[in-house]
């Protein structure tokens, strides 16, 4: 048997953020940032270069922060490249980017090698909240989905107990979908997007042989869209016309949408914080050109384009605490 690697629980964004439901109320549809949120202000002096390796899930909008940055500084240049969480900490450990996007929290063998390398722990920024949807094709009918249900189709362990899935028939639906045998979609063991959703929603257990593993978010979207038996899991913000994302039954026994409102209360189960983390030395402030980056992420402008991209705001106390860590 296969040891698996020890590492910190994922922690679901209502542990982080049940303090701050009072925030929801800053939003209604459509959905708008929290108007607490700081404004960027220019400052002079910012140039230089910015790598960013990391989370295919934050690769859109690590593009398009860098843009709506060097709209700021024009002589900022900025390079993105999203192949997957677990390519963050090896960059940030080489000095080969100052960014490294995560869509799951670092494990602990990963903040192990940093500490080793720098003598303290990498710094965690929080930079927009997701909910990891499972998606079916935009036809599928299928109302809702337990996590039991949803663990059944993906693992062979099925430690959630739940009976054996392999067609639609199986999670009740009737007619031409009844003996229709289900077609998984998902991603390769580099995707944070992985480990998140092996670690919540199938509770460790192994993922099925037959689950097409995807070298991106989009391609596992893409490939449910274009297959009316298909199933995959993939953030929020991947979400196109071609699919569905199905509502997941919460602690409360009712199915809920994958909304922030949602989110940040608990009834969606698959909530999580997306995360940048940077080399930042304890007693010390960031260095200029990174911290001057991610005071724009955390701004009313950067927040605006996490919306933009599909993804939902972070509350303007989240913000804050997130910008405490940079000095």
Known sequence: MKKRESGRKQRPVTIMAAALLTSCSAWAAPLQVDPDLPEYRRVPGVSGNLNSIGSDTLNNLMTFWAEGFQAVYPNVRIQVEGKGSSTAPPALI????????????????????????????????????????????????IASLTLAQV??????????????????????????????????????????????????ALLGGDFKPEVKEQPGSSSVVQGVANDLAGVGYSGIGYKTSGVRAVPLVGPDGQPHEPTLENALNGNYPLARFLYIYVNKPPGKPLDRLTAEFLRFVLSRAGQEIVIKDGYFPLPAAVAEEELKKLE
């Open 94 to 141: 080489e000095g080969t980017a100052q960014l490294g996007p995560m869509s799951r929290p670092m494990k602990g063998a990963e903040i192990d090698a940093f500490e080793r390398k720098f003598g303290y722990k990498p710094t965690e920024i929080r930079v927009t909240i997701d909910t990891l949807a499972v998606f079916v094709h935009r036809d599928n009918p």
């Open 151 to 200: 663990d059944s189709l993906f693992s062979t362990t099925r430690k959630r107990g739940g009976p054996p899935v392999e067609r639609w028939g199986d999670l009740g639906l009737t007619g031409a979908w009844a003996n229709r045998p289900v077609s998984l979609y998902g991603r390769n063991s580099a995707s944070g997007t992985y480990g998140f959703f092996k670690e919540v």
